[in-house]
């Protein structure tokens, strides 16, 4: 399954912790060049060794995007992480694109491509029993990340678990 993903699944899923959910759902993950800069590999932030180890391990793959005037014109709507990840799906003709803003997954709908972000993808790792509790990793995500969650999100969320 080709996968290509945004800056902040891999980014929050390595502050809480969880970052080898991404290997396990997914295996190989894409990113573009713009989203290994703005994840900051080489600053000692939080996430930021893990990240490291994952690109050097090989299942996080820096991609470069060919479609540059693609990413151009979706620049215009979004960030440079953003816009480079949904050209490069586009063009590698991914299963799946890994975003969480909203204005991201708008336009990625409009290209006709399926989506998934974090929230996604802790439900789905405890729905197979990889994580021991799906309210903490909400938890963990809202206070370690800063992920912004409503309540109704999170209700909703724990409803469906």
């Known amino acids: 399954m080709q996968v290509v993903c ?3 699944p891999i980014l929050n899923l390595a502050i809480i912790g969880s970052l080898g959910l991404l290997k396990e759902q997914f295996g190989i993950i894409h990113v573009p060049k713009a989203v290994l800069d703005e ?6 932030r939080p996430g930021s060794k893990i990240i490291r180890k994952a690109i050097d391990d090989g299942w996080i793959v820096v ?3 060919e479609n540059t005037g693609m990413t151009e014109v979706l620049r215009s709507e979004l960030d440079g992480g953003e816009s480079e990840a ?3 799906a586009f063009e590698r003709h991914a299963e799946l694109v890994l975003l969480d803003e909203r204005d991201a997954r708008r336009v990625a709908a409009r290209l006709n491509m399926k989506t998934t972000g974090v929230l996604g993808i802790l439900l789905k790792a405890h ?18 990340a800063g992920f912004h969650l409503s309540d109704e999100i999170v209700a909703d969320l724990l409803r469906a678990e």
């Open 86 to 88: 949904i050209a490069l």
């Open 63 to 65: 991609a470069t995007v």
């Open 39 to 44: 994840l900051r590999v080489q600053e000692d």
């Open 6 to 8: 945004n800056t902040s």
């Open 127 to 144: 729905r197979m029993q990889r994580i021991p509790s799906l309210s903490e990793a909400l938890r963990d995500l809202k206070m370690k």
